[in-house]
Nanobody
């Protein structure tokens, strides 16, 4: 069974940057699609970005396109998310998730989740 642990969240000013990391353990995730979701207070969990197993294909939500960059290192069993030009509306708990198959935008498609890391962007 795969376990996921996110790290790297924190408090940052508008326009600032953060780098989130997701470390997988239990088994290699090289054949899994991986994704980042986020959930703001009082809102549903929303898709941020997904990446295919071989890192050849990524898909970003329109709200973060051009500001966030996903990457993965299958040798290290990690996935990172570089957040730049942060806005107050990016404030949320960020979760990483994995699934067998292609990366999708639906949270229900993912069976393994981390505990989340909080990102707060002050105005």
């Amino acid at each position: 069974q795969v376990q996921l642990v996110e790290s790297g969240g924190g408090l940052v000013q508008t326009g600032g940057s953060l780098r989130l990391s997701c470390l997988a353990s239990g088994r290699t995730v090289s054949m899994y699609a991986m994704a980042w979701f986020r959930q703001a207070p009082g809102k549903e969990r929303e898709f941020v970005v997904g990446i295919s197993a071989n890192s050849g294909r990524t898909h970003y939500a329109d709200s973060v396109k051009g500001r966030f960059t996903i990457s993965r290192d299958n040798a290290k069993n990690t996935m990172d998310l570089q957040l730049s030009s942060l806005k107050p509306e990016d404030t949320a708990v960020y979760y990483c998730a994995v699934r067998i198959g292609v990366a999708t935008m639906r949270a229900d498609d993912y069976g393994v989740w981390g505990q989340g890391t909080q990102v707060i962007v002050s105005s």
